[in-house]
Nanobody, 114 residues
């Protein structure tokens, strides 16, 4: 019943922008802190950003100032707006609900390359 569907990943040049989306269902979205993680090939999953139920964000050092996390509780959506993308941002990006911390969707691939 829990479902997290990430979308919006693409191939983009360094300095470019992308907006990732995550559609959530199967739990009370408005009561769950939401997070974005990413995982590059051969590397550990890395926390990227977190947003409170009311929209207060925190960011990992590597993305602070470039990424913006947001949510729409009326639509059960969480977003990650990514600007000034770097090759180091290349990874599969996943959203995750604190209310269902062991559940992971398929993720969406972001590739930053010239």
């Amino acid at each position: 019943q829990v479902q997290l569907v990430e979308s919006g990943g693409a191939l983009v040049q360094p300095g470019g922008s992308l907006r990732l989306s995550c559609a959530a269902s199967g739990f009370t979205f408005s009561r769950s802190v939401m997070r974005w993680y990413r995982q590059a090939p051969g590397k550990e999953r890395e926390w990227v950003a977190i947003i409170s139920t009311t929209g207060d964000p925190l960011y990992a050092n590597a993305v602070r100032g470039r990424f913006t996390i947001s949510r729409d509780n009326t639509e059960n959506m969480v977003y990650l707006e990514m600007n000034k993308l770097l090759p180091e941002d290349t990874a599969v990006y996943y959203c995750n609900a604190a209310a269902r911390p062991n559940f992971w969707g398929r993720g969406t691939q972001v590739t930053v390359s010239s």
